[in-house]
């Protein structure tokens, strides 16, 4: 499968941004799709994730700001991105995985840079 980000951008700090990832072949049976954010000198960590059945999980630095969702028809995992902070800024990449592959795909990432 082939994955690619858009959506990033620069906002003003309270701004909302809403990521996509498209997917090359249908989103229905993959078991997990999320995002991960890299900040400069930091290590990746984990933003959200949603399972084929829908059941989502964020990390707690975005709960309550950040939605994923998933939409089968269009083959895209969608990010939405409200009351934005400066410490959000990082490149956003989404991943894929599904069992019957036995591994992760990646797909490239998409800036998000918030001011202050």
């Known amino acids: 499968v082939q994955l690619q980000a858009s959506g990033g951008g620069l906002v003003q700090a309270g701004g909302s941004l809403r990521l996509s990832c498209a997917a090359s072949?249908?989103?229905?049976?993959?078991?997990?799709m999320g995002w991960y954010r890299q900040a400069p000198g930091k290590q990746r960590e984990f933003v959200a994730s949603?399972?084929?059945?829908?059941?989502?999980n964020y990390a707690d630095s975005v709960k309550g700001r950040f939605t994923i969702s998933r939409d089968n028809a269009k083959n895209t995992v969608d990010l939405q991105m409200n009351n934005l902070k400066p410490e959000d800024t990082a490149v956003y990449s989404c991943y894929a995985y599904r069992s019957t592959w036995g591994a992760t795909y990646w797909g490239q990432g998409t800036q998000v840079t918030v001011s202050s």
């Open positions: 072949e249908s989103v229905f049976s993959i078991n997990y």
């Open positions: 949603i399972t084929s059945g829908g059941s989502t």
